[in-house]
C-alpha cells in the first residue's frame, strides 16, 4: 500500500493551531480510508487533544521531539531558543532524511518546515503555506544579530520552499498571494480547514462555568481574543477598544492562547485594565471551548491572516465575530462577520456597541455564522487533501 508521510511541526514550537490542523488531517485521512497508509514522522502538541480522551499521535521516542512542559524547561532559558533551532533544523531534518526512505509521498504540514523539503529522498513533497509571513519578515528592516539569524534560516526555508511539488493553501486569497511569489499557480491547491463538531455542542452550562473560574460577573460584556498576541494579531487595539467600552459598560476581555508582552502589560496597566483582563495563555481544547461560551463577541482585528480559526471556531460556538477582514479573514467569515476596515478603536467601538443593542441583528449573525461554520469540516479538508496526493503518485 502507498505509504504517506505526515510531517507536523515538533510539539515544543507550541503552536496550537498547527498542531490542530495536524491531529485533525491525520485522524480524518485514516478514519476516511483514503487507499493509502498514513503514518507520522513525529508527535503531535497535546493542547489540541481533549485531556479526557488520553490519545496522543504518533510515537517518537526522542527527547527533542516530545511534549514539552512548559514550566520545566529541558535547558536553561538562555538555551531554550537554540535548543530550538537545533531540532527544528538538525536533529529533525536528520530523522526526515532516514523516514522518506520508507514513503511514496511526504506531506510538510506548515510552511515553517519547508527546509525540510530538500531532505525527502527525492519523493514529491506537498507543503501547506498558511501564511507567507516569512517573506513579509524579510523584507522588513532589521536593526539585531537575533533578527540576522533568524532571517539566515527564514531565507534558506523559503528556498526550499519552491522546490516542493505541490501546495495546499486554507483561502483562494492565499493562492492569489503564493502565486505571485512563485510566479505560477498551477500547483496550488485550494482546501479549507475544519472546525471541531465540539464546538457546535457545548454543554449549556459552560457559559456560566467559564465566567465562575474567570472571576467575571454574569451581567459583564465580554470581549474575547483567541490566538498569540504577535505584532500582527493587533492586541494593542483591542485593549484601547475594550478600555473604551468601560466608559459605557462593564467589559472584560479574555484573552485565550497567548502572552502578553510587556508592552502589552504596561498599556494594559496605563489604561486601568488589568482587573478586567483574563488570560488562558495554554489553554487546552475544553477551556478553549468554554472560552467561546464565556464571551459575548469575538474580537479578532489582525492585521494579517492566510486563515483565522477563531473565526469558524466562533461561528460554531454561536458567537458573533468582529474582523479588520485581512488577508483570508473576509474569505473565511463571508456574510456572517462584521468587518471593520482601518485601526481607529472607536469604530470598533462602534460595531460592539451595535451588537450589543441590537438584538435581531446579533441573532442573524449567529445562525448565518453556525451555518456557515458547517460548510468547513475536517472530513472535507481530509477527502480534497487526499485528491492532492493520488495527483502526484
Known amino acids: 500500500m502507498t505509504r504517506v508521510l505526515l510531517v507536523p511541526d515538533l510539539p515544543l514550537e507550541r503552536w496550537p493551531s498547527m498542531d490542530r490542523y495536524a491531529h485533525r488531517l491525520h485522524d480524518w485521512l485514516e478514519s476516511t480510508d483514503p487507499g493509502f497508509e498514513v503514518r507520522l514522522a513525529a508527535s503531535i502538541g497535546d493542547l489540541t487533544r481533549d485531556r479526557s480522551n488520553g490519545r496522543t499521535s504518533g510515537g517518537y521516542p526522542r527527547w527533542w521531539a516530545q511534549e514539552v512542559d512548559p514550566l520545566k524547561l529541558v535547558l536553561p532559558g538562555p538555551l531554550h531558543e537554540p535548543q530550538r533551532y537545533v531540532a527544528r533544523y538538525v536533529l529533525y531534518p536528520w530523522w526526515l532524511r ?16 519547508a527546509h525540510m523539503v530538500t531532505r525527502v529522498q527525492r519523493r514529491p513533497a506537498i507543503v501547506t503555506v498558511h501564511d507567507l509571513m516569512p517573506v513579509i519578515i524579510l523584507r522588513s528592516p532589521t536593526d539585531g544579530w537575533r533578527e540576522g539569524v533568524r532571517n539566515r534560516f527564514l531565507r534558506g526555508t523559503l528556498k526550499a520552499l519552491r522546490l516542493a511539488r505541490a501546495y495546499v493553501v486554507g483561502t483562494e486569497w492565499l493562492k492569489r498571494e503564493l502565486a505571485t511569489w512563485l510566479g505560477d499557480d498551477r500547483r496550488i491547491s485550494v482546501v479549507p480547514f475544519g472546525v471541531d463538531r465540539a464546538f457546535f455542542s457545548e454543554a449549556p452550562t459552560a457559559r456560566i462555568r467559564g465566567r465562575a473560574d474567570w472571576r467575571i460577573p454574569d451581567d459583564a460584556f465580554v470581549v474575547l481574543h483567541v490566538g498569540s498576541t504577535v505584532e500582527r494579531k493587533n492586541v494593542p487595539l483591542v485593549i484601547h477598544t475594550v478600555a473604551r467600552l468601560r466608559a459605557e459598560a462593564d467589559a472584560y476581555l479574555l484573552q485565550v492562547g497567548g502572552r502578553f508582552s510587556n508592552d502589552q502589560q504596561q498599556l494594559i496597566e496605563r489604561l486601568g485594565l ?22 459575548d463577541v469575538l474580537l479578532f482585528p489582525s ?34 462577520v462584521v468587518v471593520v476596515e482601518g485601526r481607529d478603536p472607536g469604530a470598533y467601538v462602534e460595531a ?11 441573532e442573524e449573525l449567529v445562525e448565518r455564522g453556525r451555518a456557515r461554520a458547517r460548510t468547513f469540516t475536517w472530513q472535507r479538508t481530509a477527502e480534497q487533501t487526499a485528491d492532492v496526493y493520488r495527483s502526484l503518485l
Open 98 to 113: 532516514r523516514e522518506a526512505k520508507r514513503a511514496q509521498l511526504v506531506h510538510i504540514l506548515d510552511h515553517s518546515y
Open 352 to 362: 460592539l456597541e451595535s451588537l450589543s443593542d441590537d438584538a435581531l441583528r446579533r
Open 274 to 295: 488589568k482587573r478586567f483582563v483574563r488570560t488562558a495563555p495554554l489553554a487546552d481544547e475544553s477551556t478553549l471551548r468554554r472560552a467561546y461560551r464565556a464571551a
Open 303 to 336: 492585521l494579517y491572516e492566510g486563515f483565522g480559526y477563531p473565526v469558524i471556531e466562533a461561528f460554531a460556538s454561536g458567537l458573533p465575530v468582529v474582523t479588520s477582514g485581512a488577508g483570508g479573514l473576509k474569505e473565511v467569515g463571508g456574510d456572517a
